[in-house]
Structure formats: C-alpha cells, structure tokens
C-alpha cells in the first residue's frame, strides 16, 4: 500500500493540473469571443454613425442647394417683386392677379417649404442650433416685406406645420406690437428661441454676430496647449456694421463760403478709395470714364462741380474739432411738370460711419427739400455699394427702377465727308 501510495497522487495531480489547462484555455477562448463581439459591436456603432452623419450631411447640403435656387429666384425677379418686398405698403399695389404677385408668391413658398424642413432638421438634431440661428435671419428677411405679413393668415398659413406657423404667427405680432426695427429683431430671435425649447445659441445670436475674436490672445499658461478661442464685444463698428449708433453733434453748413475747395478734397480722397460709388451719373459727368475705375483728377473735378452752385447747394458737416465728417451736394430741378431734388453726391468719413452722421446729413437735406415745398427727392447709387443701399433704405428712401447703359463705339469714318 505504501508503495502505490506516491504514485496515486502524481496521478491525480497530473489529473487535476490537465483539467486547469483546459479550463484556462476555455476561459481565454470565452474572453476572445467576448471581445470579437464587443469589437463587431462597436465597430457597427461606428459604422452607424458614420452612415448617419453622412446622411444628415446630405440632407442638410440638399436644403442649401435648393436655397441657393430660392436666392436665384429672388435675383431673377427682384424687380417683379420690388414694390411688394417693401417694409411699407406703396401707395400704388399690383393687382392680385399680376405678375408681381404670382411670382412674389410663388417666392414666398419656396422660401417657407425650405423652412418647413430645416425646422424640422432642427427638431430631429439633424442640424446644429448655431446652423439653424443663421437661418433665422432669412425668416426675419421674409417677415419685412408688408406683402408677406398681410396675407400670412389668408394665403400662407394654413399650408404649414405648426413650427412654421408659431414662428410666422409670433413674428407678424412682433412687427404690429413693436414699431422699432431694432427691438422687432431681438423679440423675433427671443421668439424662435422659445419655441424651439427654448435654445440659447438663438436667443443670443445677435449678441453672438457682434463679437469678435480677441487677438492677441491671453496667455493661459503653457500647460494649455489646445485653447479654444476668446471672444470679446467689438470695441469699434466697422465700415460693414449696418446699424447707426448714438448720434454725434455736428455742425452743418450750407453753401458756406471757402468750403467748395475742401469739400471737394475730402469727397475726392474718400470717393477716389472704392469703385463702388461709381454710378451713371459718374459715367454722365466725366468723373469716370468706363464706370470701372476714377478719372485720374478726382478731386479737381469735384473742385470744379463744387463751385458751381447755380441752382445746386452744397452741404458740408463739421465736427466738434471743425474737421469736415461728411459732404453733400443737392440739385434742384424744375421739369415742365414737377420740381424735384437731386442727392448728386453724399461721402461721409469711413471713421465716421455707424456714428449717425449719415443719417443727421438725409435729414438735413430732406428738411431742405420740405422748406422750398418739393415732394420727391432722388438720388443714384452704384450697383455694387450695398451697404449705401442698406443706409438709404433705413432712411427713408426705396428703390424705384434700374438704369441700363451701353457703351456705343464710334464707328470708322472712311473719308472727310463721311
């Protein structure tokens, strides 16, 4: 017995060490398969949301492709629509079955079918709020037109799903309730923000657009490495920013004398900066000979304009350090049938703009106008200078047509008498 005694027990170890073995290779076999799941797992997750970002990439490229077509549109028949896409009513309308108004209408649901799905997109995340915000500018643009809001109710609403129809029925509120443009747009951006769950990125966006990067940037250290970017309040407007701020006191002159010198120095050093003032008027008075760029002797020109006020008045704006802000000249002409104003020239310091400067000068020359009892005052501005477009049509002024032009060479003459 003693002597199988020994031997058993190897037996049995070896037994038991054999079965160890299987059962760890079990395990690490389970462990790899468990693993291989987890991997196809997430690889099929990954593979999901690429499949689901690149179908929302695509839905969201499609919406823009078809509002590039809505902008065509609007191109082609601006002057189709021009009366009915006014802040105010005209006091000539197109009749309801003209050409103005199919066409305006036709725009107006290709515009709200395009809001109807990107307010959907935004429901179903399928596009960011700050994607959706800049959208929202394009619903205010809408909102502006007299035509729009008076037949919202009867002609539009009833075509659209409810997030279209709270946006428009707020904001056609908005714009009877409260008369400001200013506080119109931020009640209307408060609106939107509200009725889609009540989304800050939209409630701010104003407030957003008018900041900008800080550059320099701080020194946080070296320690962070990957910063994200500061913003700050803009410290000064530029010459793009849209809106006047707190007027400045001017002193305004008319026809004042020793002035026609100098203000035709400053028209000419501003003017002589930017081909985009250029006009037909410019091409009709010599001051450009191509509607493309200045006649080399700007300012002499403007010198000899500016001295001859025979039915003409000049206006020149001075700050509270006497130095010339802005300039404008003002034409009287009498027709055989009515007498109305001409604004020929108007140049205002590009420092100086945003600053109520602009709008101090129309108002001064408008109250020129009324003092002689003359009730239309025109005036001309270049295609490409839309910020002035912009400023006018703050002021008061709308666009009536367009002017074409075309540049006839002369032709050979083969003798002295031909």
Not at 297 to 319: H, I, Q, T, W
Request: aromatic letters at 12%; a negative charge; proline letters at 5%.
């Amino acid at each position: 017995m003693q002597a199988w005694a020994p031997m058993m027990l190897a037996d049995a170890m070896e037994a038991i060490d054999g079965q160890s073995v299987n059962n760890a290779i079990a395990l690490v076999a389970a462990a790899i398969a468990l693993c291989s799941v987890g991997v196809a797992i997430f690889v099929y997750w990954r593979t999901e949301q690429r499949e689901r970002r690149i179908e929302k990439s695509s839905a969201y490229l499609e919406l823009e492709v078809n509002s590039s077509e809505a902008f065509r549109y609007q191109a082609q028949h601006a002057a189709v629509m021009e009366r009915l896409r006014r802040w105010e009513r005209p006091d000539v309308v197109p009749l309801a079955e003209s050409e103005a108004w199919e066409t305006t209408l036709n725009y107006y649901f290709q515009c709200l079918n395009l809001f109807e799905v990107c307010a959907n997109f935004r429901r179903n995340k399928i596009i960011q709020p700050q994607v959706f915000a800049s959208w929202v500018a394009w619903f205010f643009d809408l909102l502006k037109d007299w035509y729009f809001r008076s037949i919202w109710d009867s002609e539009l609403r009833s075509n659209y799903t409810r997030d279209v129809r709270n946006i428009f029925d707020l904001g056609t509120d908005i714009f009877r309730e409260h008369p400001e443009p200013e506080v119109r747009e931020r009640e209307f951006y408060k609106a939107v923000a509200y009725l889609m769950g009540g989304c800050p990125t939209i409630a701010n966006w104003l407030d957003e657009i008018a900041e900008a990067p800080v550059w320099p940037p701080q020194d946080r250290g070296r320690s962070n490495v990957l910063r994200r970017v500061e913003y700050a309040p803009r410290q000064s407007t530029g010459p793009d920013t849209p809106t006047e701020a707190v007027p400045m006191a001017l002193d305004l002159r008319w026809n004042g004398e020793g002035d026609a010198d100098r203000a035709a120095a400053f028209a000419g050093s501003i003017i002589g900066r930017d081909t985009a003032y250029i006009s037909h008027g410019e091409i009709q008075t010599g001051l450009s000979p191509d509607g493309k760029e200045w006649a080399p002797n700007l300012a002499d020109l403007y010198a000899d304009d500016f001295s001859d006020l025979v039915d003409r008045d000049l206006l020149v704006a001075r700050d509270s350090q006497a130095s010339i802000v802005a300039v404008a000249v003002l034409a009287w002409e009498d027709s055989k049938r009515r007498k109305f104003a001409v604004l020929e020239d108007m140049v205002v310091d590009p420092e100086r703009r945003s600053g109520g400067v602009g709008a101090q000068v129309v108002e001064a020359v408008a109250a020129r106008v009324a003092d002689r009892d003359v009730e239309w005052l025109f005036l001309e501005s270049g295609l490409r200078n839309r910020r002035a477009h912009a400023f006018f049509e703050r002021n008061g002024f709308h666009e009536i047509s367009h002017v074409f032009g075309r540049r006839i060479e002369p032709r050979p003459r083969s003798g002295p008498g031909q």
